[in-house]
């Protein structure tokens, strides 16, 4: 069963364009949520977080929207750049989130960010 | 310097083979992890170590098994490898444990049993 779920398995975007990256999640004990980044052949890197307590955590180009309600978050990236071409993994965490509140990810979404 | 270092970076074996993979993390970090990526891409802890006591343990056959010389050291050993152990294996490791902790992860070991 997928706790956390990432629907769109690629999304194709125009450099200088806004990405949005969507994530569901099923479990409302989550109150923790992460974006991590990953290119090929090297491991995931964080990239931004959000608490439970907030709707919004903005980093540069990168917002991190939280939807407690819907169960839903998102990422924008904007301007978006060919460097943000990579998969992106949407994670959870919190006293729903396995054992001794470990991350729970998603499936992640490719982002290609053309020229 | 690289902060997670996993190794080997690939690794190609028949079924019925033991192997290990190695990882090291010079971050000063107290907990470190084992995760694995299958074919579905899915990202799943299988251990956790804490100062070198085991503190995760998904539910993961008893072949695979963690050891901790030292809080910098996290290696898996894995005996009798079936192919459905086929995936990537990434280590972790951060600061401290709890759910808000930001994990640092090695570059993966992409391990092929034919």
């Known amino acids: 069963d997928q706790q956390v779920k990432q629907n769109s398995p690629s999304l194709s975007v125009q450099e200088g364009r806004i990405s949005i990256l969507n994530c569901d999640y099923t479990?409302?004990?989550?109150?923790?949520f992460l974006w991590y980044k990953k290119y090929p052949a090297e491991g995931p890197t964080f990239l931004i977080s959000?608490?439970?307590?907030?709707d919004k955590n903005e980093d540069g180009r990168f917002t991190v929207f939280l939807n407690k309600s819907a169960k839903h978050l998102s990422l924008h990236i904007v301007p978006s750049q060919p460097g943000d071409s990579a998969v992106y993994f949407c994670?959870?965490?919190?006293?729903?989130?396995?054992?001794?509140?470990?991350?729970?990810f998603g499936k992640g979404t490719k982002l290609s960010v053309k020229p | 310097d690289t902060a997670v270092s996993q190794t080997p970076k690939y690794l190609v074996t028949q079924m019925g083979n033991d192997k290990s993979i190695k990882c090291e993390q010079n971050?000063?970090?107290?907990?470190m992890y084992w995760y694995k990526q299958d074919s579905k891409k899915f990202l799943k802890i299988m251990f956790s170590y804490n100062n070198k006591e085991l503190i995760i343990n998904e539910t993961v056959p008893n072949r695979f098994s963690p050891k901790s010389p030292d809080k910098a050291h996290l290696n898996l050993h894995i005996n009798s490898l079936e192919l459905g152990d086929s995936a990537v294996y990434f280590c972790a490791s951060s600061q401290n444990r709890g759910p808000n902790e930001k994990l640092f992860f090695g570059s993966g070991t992409q391990l092929s049993v034919l």
């Open positions: 479990n409302s004990m989550f109150d923790y």
């Open positions: 971050l000063g970090h107290d907990t």
């Open positions: 959000i608490s439970s307590i907030k």
């Open positions: 994670a959870a965490s919190g006293e729903g989130g396995g054992s001794q509140g470990n991350l729970i």
